[in-house]
Structures are given as structure tokens and as C-alpha cells.
């Protein structure tokens, strides 16, 4: 008896030992500093992303929201906008952007990192130009460009490497950037203000947001075409964080009872580089899904099925018709999709899609920072200068990375790849990934 009770004690105290490491292991994604950066935005698809992320950030587990706004549709980004809170203002765009800071007392407090030229408007009316002039110049002026100087200083404020602080104030009928000029105006309340940075000058702000916080908006130079990520992922080497997730603004579906899961196996693995989670509606992931079972042999077809390689079904990425067929499946199964036990596989010269990855940030600089740091080169003259890709492959460098991992159990998926949607895939099932973001707990 007293053995059996021994025995029955011993299995007690495994099973609470088991949920107790679990609990530490499940509650370690909320002790990170894990930032998600997402190439934004079609609207279509990112409100259907945002769902997740935001429950995600809701529940501590997402420190911050970075959108990098690759898109010259007004209407996607006035969402973007919607959403977010603009903290990066491209050189080659100079209209206007609203921020909504922290004001008290007809106060406010910017951080500004730019080489010169930063523009704030305030109330629509009166514009004040920092360190304009290649930074030798700042002035309050009325109207937006306008000939109306109001005062001048020429101190050289702006620095393009670090912060500078500066508070900015409406007090007794007078615009007041402290330590630097004043000016007499018709208005005695801060009712909006605007920024953006002179034609050739990126700028970087920082301020207490009043809304949408730690979701930050950042302007590309660019704003669309392939190659021109380098701008964001080279932000990343001189940002403080512990995991980095990359996510396309086209992800539809995350189980996020796995997230845990995903990001406590980067932690504890170190010495692996990118992990990928279970992207449904990709070539690699289908090949797995195929061979443990998951996607059965009809729905891939015979192009696809029972195969040696994910090299082998790399043409998925143009077949809209199968990709139709695997969403619809899927939608249909997804139970059995989340619950899957397939192992953790190594990557190693297979092309997983980096639509979405996470990863540490000592694997990060690794992988990145040889070809994104600024480079000294001298031209003909001996003269040195800075110079810094202007067209940047991350798949090439992801892909040609050892350690690699594919994490299946986090199920994910990504709606579409552009050949796809060009030979059959549409977008009718765009309202059921919808219903799902709607309705997660």
C-alpha cells in the first residue's frame, strides 16, 4: 500500500511539475522585448493581420508594432495612418503627416533625429522649419511654405546620428521652441500638429503617442518596387530588441495558442539562425504538410504529391488553381491543421518562403549587418563617403543561411504569391480569414 501511495505521489508531483515548467515555458514570450515588422499595407489583407498582432501586443507578448509602408495608395494609407503612429519620414515624399503627441498645457515634447530640414505644422497655419538650409537655419514662418517669416535663429540643431530634444509650446500668443526662437501669432492653442522632412532628408521622431501606442508607422523611400527593403532591415542592427519577427502584410492566419511555443524554441535555440512556422500556402510548407499527412495526395495533385524535395513543388508558387483547392482545405480542416505533431525539420538548402520568420537579435546582425552597415569607399579623387545598398535581396541572405528551421506546430498562412493570383487563385476566400481574425480569443 504504502508503495502504491509512494507511486501515486511520485506521478502527482511529475504531472504538477510538468504543467508548472510549461507555465514558465508558455509566460517567457511576455518577458521579451519581440518586435513584428510588417511590409505594409493593402488594406484588404492587413486588417485581417492586425487582429492578431494586436491581441498578441494586447496580451504582452508583442512589444511593438512596426509598419513600413511600402504603398503609394492613398487609400491604404490612410489606413496605415488610421492605425499607427508615423515615426519615420522619407526623403524623397514631403507632404504632411498628422501625429497626434502627448500635449499639456498647450505643450508638447519631440525627439528628432534628421540631417537637417524638419518640418512641424501647427494648427494648420504656422510652420516651423528646424535646421533648415543644409542645417545652418530654422525659422517660424505663416502658411505652409510661405514668404511670411515670423523670427529666425541660426543655430545648427539637428543631428542625423542621434536624438535631439525639443519642446514646443503656444503660451500668451506666442509659438516658443525653447532654447531656440519665439514668434508673436493670432492663436493661443495647439489644436494639431504635422511633420515631415525637406526633399533629401529622411527624419526620425519620437514622441509620446495618445493613441494607437507602440504601433509605429515608418515612411520608405521608395514606397513600392522589389528590392528596396535594405531601408528597414538595416533600422533593425541600431534597434534594441530580443526577437524580430518579419510578417508580410498578406499573413491571414495565425494560431496563436502555438505562438508560445514558436517563440520559446528561438529562445532556446540559440545557435539556429531564421525560424519559420507553418506557412500553409507555401511550396515548402506543402511538402510537409503533404508527406506527414496533413494535405492529402488529391488536394495537391499530382504535380505536388509524394515527392523527394520541397525543390520539387517549387512551382507551386505560380499555381493559383492548387492554391485554391489548399485554402479551401484547409478552411475546412483547420483543426486539424493546429493540433498537428509533426517534428521540428532543419532547412538546410531548402528555400523556405520569409513571408514570415522570427529570430534572434546576435542571429540578426549576423546575418544582416556585412551587407547593410555603411561602407568607406573613395572615389577617383581619394575622397571617402558613405555608401549603403540601394537595391537589397533578403531572401538571398535568409536562403543561404545554415540553421535554418521549420517549426510546424505554428500554424500560419499567407493568402498568396503574385503568379498565383494571376493563374486562378481570387480573393473569395479572403471573408472567411476575416470571420476567423474576428472571432479569435
Not at 515624399?93 to 508638447?108: A, D, G, H, L, S
Not at 540643431?157 to 531656440?180: H, P, R, S
Request: aromatic share 14%; net charge positive; proline share 2%.
Amino acid at each position: 500500500m504504502k508503495k502504491i501511495t509512494s507511486l501515486i505521489l511520485s506521478i502527482f508531483l511529475s504531472v504538477n511539475l510538468f504543467f508548472c515548467l510549461s507555465a514558465v515555458s508558455i509566460n517567457k514570450s511576455k518577458n521579451l522585448n519581440t518586435v513584428a515588422c510588417i511590409f505594409a499595407g493593402r488594406e484588404k489583407y492587413l486588417s485581417i493581420l492586425m487582429p492578431y498582432l494586436l491581441k498578441l501586443k494586447s496580451k504582452g507578448k508583442l512589444t511593438e508594432i512596426n509598419l513600413w509602408q511600402f504603398t503609394k495608395n492613398k487609400s491604404d494609407i490612410k489606413y496605415l495612418e488610421s492605425i499607427s503612429n508615423i515615426h519615420k519620414t522619407s526623403k524623397n515624399f514631403t507632404e504632411y503627416r498628422t501625429i497626434t503627441p502627448k500635449i499639456e498645457n498647450n505643450e508638447f515634447k519631440l525627439k528628432i533625429k534628421a540631417k537637417n530640414d524638419a518640418h512641424i505644422l501647427i494648427n494648420n497655419n504656422y510652420e516651423i522649419v528646424i535646421g533648415g538650409w543644409s542645417n545652418t537655419k530654422s525659422v517660424i514662418r505663416k502658411g505652409i511654405d510661405g514668404t511670411d517669416v515670423l523670427c529666425e535663429s541660426n543655430s545648427v540643431v539637428l543631428d542625423a546620428n542621434n536624438y535631439k530634444d525639443f519642446n514646443i509650446k503656444i503660451q500668451n500668443n506666442k509659438l516658443i521652441i525653447e532654447n531656440l526662437m519665439e514668434a508673436a501669432i493670432d492663436e493661443n492653442k495647439i489644436k494639431s500638429v504635422k511633420i515631415h522632412t525637406g526633399f533629401g532628408s529622411e527624419g526620425y521622431w519620437d514622441y509620446e503617442e495618445t493613441k494607437n501606442k507602440n504601433i509605429k508607422l515608418f515612411d520608405t523611400e521608395k514606397r513600392e518596387g522589389f528590392l528596396n527593403w535594405y531601408e528597414a532591415y538595416k533600422y533593425y542592427l541600431n534597434y534594441n530588441f530580443d526577437i524580430f519577427l518579419k510578417i508580410d502584410d498578406d499573413i491571414v492566419y495565425m494560431d496563436l495558442n502555438r505562438y508560445d511555443e514558436f517563440i520559446n524554441y528561438i529562445v532556446n535555440n540559440k545557435n539556429k539562425n531564421c525560424v519559420f512556422p507553418n506557412m500553409v500556402n507555401h511550396a515548402v510548407s506543402l511538402f510537409y504538410n503533404n508527406k506527414y499527412e496533413l494535405m492529402p495526395d488529391d488536394i495537391v495533385g499530382e504535380l505536388y504529391a509524394k515527392k523527394d524535395s520541397p525543390n520539387d513543388v517549387y512551382n507551386y508558387y505560380t499555381d493559383g488553381n492548387t492554391a485554391k483547392k489548399v485554402h479551401e482545405y484547409f478552411l475546412n480542416n483547420i483543426s486539424k491543421f493546429i493540433n498537428n505533431t509533426m517534428p521540428i525539420i532543419n532547412l538546410n538548402n531548402h528555400k523556405e518562403s520569409i513571408c514570415i520568420f522570427g529570430i534572434l537579435k546576435k542571429n540578426y546582425d549576423k546575418i544582416f549587418a556585412p551587407s547593410l552597415r555603411d561602407k568607406i569607399i573613395k572615389d577617383s579623387n581619394g575622397k571617402e563617403f558613405k555608401t549603403t545598398p540601394e537595391k537589397f535581396d533578403d531572401e538571398i541572405y535568409v536562403y543561404n543561411c545554415q540553421g535554418n528551421m521549420f517549426y510546424p506546430r505554428f500554424v500560419t498562412v499567407h493568402y498568396q504569391f503574385g503568379p498565383q493570383m494571376r493563374n486562378g487563385l481570387d480573393e473569395s476566400f479572403l471573408n472567411q480569414y476575416r470571420k476567423l481574425a474576428k472571432n479569435i480569443k
